[in-house]
């Protein structure tokens, strides 16, 4: 009777490259002190704490003075009668953002008037003179 498991050789092991492994000579600090770990300063909580909610205020304030309102809304284009979305600025009136672009939206437009004028074409009788 034969066997029909596959015979694969063993996974290889992988050690994880860390940066003791990569760079040992790298983790060794600058200086020596001779303060144990205990009695050395830390940076207080509340300082730290108080400095990152003045920079958050001060990106939101940063943020709202570049970034512009902006309105979205869907509308139906009436040539190709397609859904479109338009992200518009409401300070300048400027369109941010549209999707199918305007040069979608009129070749869509193109493409169909061909189509009507090819169909058009084929279905008038074919006069042959001879």
Request: glycine share 2%; no cysteine; charged share 25%.
């Amino acid at each position: 009777m034969l066997d029909t498991g596959i015979a694969r050789p063993p996974s290889p092991t992988y050690t994880a490259i860390t940066p003791v492994t990569r760079a040992p000579e790298k983790n060794v600090p600058a200086a020596k002190t001779d303060l144990p770990a205990k009695e050395t300063v830390n940076p207080s909580s509340e300082t730290q704490d108080g400095r990152r909610s003045a920079d958050n205020e001060q990106s939101q304030r940063a943020a709202q003075r570049t970034t512009p309102q902006v309105e979205r809304r869907n509308v139906v284009d009436p040539d190709s009668e397609s859904l479109v979305f338009v992200a518009t600025n409401t300070d300048t009136g400027q369109v941010l953002r549209q999707i199918p672009s305007e040069t979608l939206l009129r070749l869509r437009a193109y493409a169909e008037t061909v189509e009507n004028q090819q169909t058009e074409e084929s279905s008038q009788p074919v006069q042959l003179v001879v």
